[in-house]
C-alpha cells in the first residue's frame, strides 16, 4: 500500500492526529509517500515548530480541529437543565506520564473536583478509568443527564520527535513501576515539558453545546473559539475559585444563558 501511494502522481492530502509522537518517523513517512498537503491539530503559530521544511519540504501545512459536529447533534431535543438529574458529570482518561502535564489534566480535573464535590452536597458522576468510558448512544444520554460537564484542552505539553522521551519513561517506571506523575516529571520530563505544546480544543466542547449542556473547564486557548463567562465556567487549575463554580452550578438562569449563547455560537 505505502509503495503503491508512493507511485501515485495525484495530489495526496493527510489527516493526522496525536502527531505529538514519532514525529521523525512519521515525517520520514510522509516525504516517501509524497504527501502534498497536510492536516495537523497544531496551531497555525507551531507548524513550522515541528513540520519545517527539512521534515517536510514542499508540503502545504494547515490546522484542522480535532473533531466538528455530527449531523446527529444538530437540532437535538434536550431535556431542560433543571430536569437533570446530574449536576457535574465528567468522563475522562488516564494518558502515559511521558505525554505531559497537559495530558494530566484529563485525570486531575476529575479527581479535584471529585475531592471538593462532597462539602458542597453535588449530585455528581464523575470518573477517568479506561473501563468507566462510555460511547454511542449511551455518551449521547449522559450528556442530556448532567447539567455540567467538566473538560480541559485536548492535547500535550511535550512533543516527542523521535520517542526518547517514551522511552525513558517506559525504562524509569520498569525500575519503578509505582512512581507517581511527579516523581517522573523530577527524574526525567522536566527538560521537556513544554518544548512544543500541542493544545486544542476537543469535539467533547461542540457535544456538549449541541445538547445545550454548561461546561466548567480549566483555563486555555480553546483554539481560540472559547471565552471563559462567555461560554463556560472557568475552574482554575488549583481549585481556589471552587465556591464561585459551584454557585453557578446552582444558579440555572445563568446555566441557561450560558448554554444558549455557546450553542449559537
Known amino acids: 500500500l505505502r509503495r503503491k501511494i508512493h507511485e501515485f502522481k495525484g495530489l495526496k492530502i493527510q489527516y493526522i492526529q496525536d502527531d505529538y509522537r514519532q514525529v521523525d518517523q512519521y515525517t520520514a513517512m510522509m516525504r516517501y509517500l509524497g504527501i502534498n498537503v497536510l492536516f495537523t491539530a497544531y496551531p497555525a503559530e507551531k507548524i513550522h515548530l515541528i513540520y519545517d521544511e527539512k521534515r517536510l519540504p514542499n508540503v502545504r501545512k494547515l490546522t484542522t480541529l480535532t473533531g466538528y459536529v455530527p449531523e446527529?447533534?444538530?437540532?437535538?431535543?434536550?431535556?431542560?437543565?433543571?430536569?437533570?438529574?446530574?449536576?457535574?458529570?465528567?468522563?475522562?482518561r488516564e494518558l502515559p506520564f511521558w505525554m505531559g502535564i497537559l495530558s494530566q489534566e484529563k485525570a486531575w480535573i476529575g479527581e479535584g473536583?471529585?475531592?471538593?464535590?462532597a462539602t458542597y452536597e453535588l449530585r455528581c458522576d464523575i470518573a477517568w478509568k479506561e473501563q468507566n468510558r462510555i460511547y454511542g448512544n449511551d455518551w449521547d444520554h449522559f450528556i442530556c443527564s448532567c447539567k455540567t460537564m467538566l473538560g480541559t484542552e485536548s492535547g500535550v505539553s511535550i512533543t516527542d520527535f523521535d520517542s526518547s522521551v517514551e522511552v525513558q519513561t517506559r525504562e524509569y517506571l520498569q525500575a519503578k513501576p509505582h512512581a507517581d506523575f511527579w516523581e517522573v516529571y523530577e527524574h526525567v520530563l522536566q527538560?521537556?515539558?513544554?518544548?512544543?505544546v500541542e493544545n486544542t480544543i476537543s469535539p467533547r466542547v461542540f457535544e456538549c453545546a449541541a445538547h445545550h449542556t454548561a461546561m466548567i473547564l480549566f483555563p486555555g486557548e480553546y483554539s481560540k473559539i472559547l471565552e471563559?463567562?462567555?461560554?463556560?465556567i472557568p475552574l482554575q487549575k488549583d481549585f481556589s475559585n471552587i465556591d464561585e463554580v459551584v454557585a453557578k452550578v446552582r444558579d440555572t438562569e445563568f446555566l441557561n444563558a450560558v448554554t444558549e449563547r455557546t450553542y449559537k455560537d
Open 191 to 196: 527538560p521537556f515539558e513544554g518544548n512544543l
Open 228 to 232: 471563559p463567562w462567555t461560554h463556560y
Open 113 to 117: 473536583f471529585l475531592k471538593h464535590a
Open 72 to 92: 446527529r447533534c444538530l437540532n437535538l431535543e434536550t431535556p431542560p437543565l433543571e430536569n437533570r438529574p446530574i449536576d457535574v458529570g465528567y468522563r475522562g
